[in-house]
């Protein structure tokens, strides 16, 4: 039966690291915005894909392709796309941003709870610290291709967790399950070394786990709180960006019905 509380403890601290992370920035930080398409971003392109293939580009934030064919502009209309393009500049970085470190966050508690668990300098702990290391540079890596290249994919914002769907989704948690199965072992590495007072050990263990669960409830709390607020701002920057989408579509006869934003 104490087995079963080792677990539940464990259990506890590592995957509410997660959960925390993940849905309460949602749940607080209503978005209730959608990218209809993907973006890509260089230091001299936009592409907006529909599909996988390119349906707006804007070179030099101010010459306008439509499905291939350059849209010669007006000087107002000159105007709105460089305003468009500065947005689009200046947000999908921003969300990128968000999106990694919401997920930071909670890789971040977990990877806590084993230390402490294992040992901060254990074999167990430097191995996960390693993969834990590698898989944040390759989210990184997917949606920042470089200081000037992102990547974003069509998708809504209301929940964060969301940006990652389909990509590192199962090695995430992969790595949690190895997290959790790590700390049982070494839970029942000690218990095996020293059977006198077990009782009392498991005790011990158990108010450890629930202290630390409390802390890192606080640490996370304060990190989400950081992360809402984040998604807060830069929802309203594209409610605003959409009205200047809402410009060209008016302005613009070959975007008409370009919609890359979708508020609801």
Not at 110 to 128: F, I
Not at 180 to 193: N, Y
Request: with cysteine; aromatic share 6%; glycine share 4%.
């Amino acid at each position: 039966m104490k087995q079963l509380n080792f677990n539940q403890a464990i259990l506890a601290c590592a995957v509410s690291a997660i959960a925390l992370s993940s849905t309460q920035a949602s749940a607080n930080a209503h978005c209730d915005i959608n990218f209809r398409h993907g973006v890509i971003i260089d230091p001299l392109h936009i592409r907006i894909l529909e599909q996988g293939i390119t349906f707006v580009q804007i070179n030099h934030d101010r010459q306008l392709f439509v499905q291939g064919r350059e849209v010669y502009l007006s000087d107002q209309q000159t105007h709105l796309v460089k305003q468009y393009a500065t947005g689009i500049r200046e947000q999908v970085p921003e969300i990128v941003s968000i999106a990694i470190e919401s997920v930071d966050v909670g890789l971040n508690a977990v990877n806590k709870v084993v230390a402490s668990v294992t040992g901060e300098n254990s074999s167990s702990h430097q191995r996960l610290q390693k993969k834990f290391d590698e898989l944040q540079w390759r989210l990184k890596k997917r949606f920042k291709h470089s200081d000037d290249s992102f990547y974003i994919a069509p998708q809504d914002f209301d929940e964060l967790e969301e940006v990652f769907a389909g990509a590192f989704e199962q090695e995430i948690e992969a790595l949690v399950t190895e997290s959790i199965g790590t700390m049982l072992g070494a839970v029942g590495q000690a218990i095996e070394d020293t059977r006198e007072n077990n009782e009392r050990r498991e005790e011990s263990f158990e108010q450890r786990m629930e202290s630390m669960g409390d802390v890192l409830e606080l640490e996370i709390s304060s990190d989400v709180n950081i992360v809402e607020q984040k998604t807060i701002e830069i929802c309203e920057k594209l409610i605003a960006l959409d009205s200047i989408e809402t410009a060209l579509n008016e302005n613009i006869d070959q975007l008409s019905s370009f919609n890359l934003i979708q508020a609801h």
